[in-house]
């Protein structure tokens, strides 16, 4: 059975600090793998990972992924009290994405 | 920026009765999809569209489900007859030429079944 693993499922943390986050995958016929940034509503495009071993990398936030070992991370530095939110993974299988139950970043002032 | 549009934004329904969620999809998008997120728990795939058809659908997305892109612009999500699990918030995303393009997610809407 397809499967896409995250952890931490939540993590308390304070401004400044850099946080990793995991997602794991068990999917046949794997193309792509997303993250996305769930605050209210909307899942909210961070990243998109084809490739092992490229950086992806926005402002504070990167992302890799590994094909070999079917994980991605994705790192943020210096975080803010705006990056609180539910952080998700979704892997691609040509016409149709699984998402990870997400992690829920708390970041604190 | 072009984006996803999804109405209502909140649907209230009784037990039983038919819904016609609507979207709008990213205009040049060419895959559309369905989803579903029950409070406080993961978003399910319900089902991909394109060329005017199901690419692929989930073990959730049943006789009851369908779906039509009536005029080359809307992208609708059909539930013939609602039942108290199908309360949910349901979004709609699209993306572009390849099947691996980000996709796009509406802002969605919820779903409440009484």
């Known amino acids: 059975e397809d499967k896409v693993v995250q952890s931490p499922l939540s993590l308390v943390v304070h401004e400044g600090d850099t946080v990793t986050l995991n997602c794991s995958y068990e999917v046949t016929n794997f193309r792509s793998l997303l993250w996305y940034k769930q605050e209210k509503k909307a899942p909210t495009f961070l990243f998109m990972l084809t490739s092992s071993g490229i950086e992806k990398k926005s402002g504070r936030l990167s992302s890799i992924l590994d094909k070999k070992e079917l994980f991605s991370i994705l790192n943020i530095t210096a975080t803010q009290t705006g990056d609180s939110a539910v952080y998700l993974c979704?892997?691609?299988?040509?016409?149709?994405?699984?998402f990870g139950s997400g992690t829920k970043l708390n970041v604190k002032p | 920026e072009p984006e996803v549009t999804q109405t209502p934004s909140h649907q209230v329904t009784q037990m039983g009765q038919e819904v016609i969620l609507r979207c709008v999809p990213i205009s040049n998008h060419l895959y559309f999809y369905w989803y579903r997120q029950i409070l406080g728990q993961k978003v399910e795939f319900l089902v991909s569209f394109y060329n005017n058809e199901i690419s692929e659908k989930s073990e959730i997305f049943d006789d009851q489900f369908s779906v039509e892109r009536p005029d080359g612009s809307n992208f609708t999500l059909k539930i013939r007859s609602t039942k108290l699990e199908d309360s949910a918030m349901y979004f709609c995303a699209s993306s572009g030429l390849e099947r691996t393009d980000t996709q796009y997610f509406g802002p969605g809407t919820r779903l409440t079944v009484l």
């Open positions: 979704a892997v691609g299988n040509f016409n149709k994405f699984y």
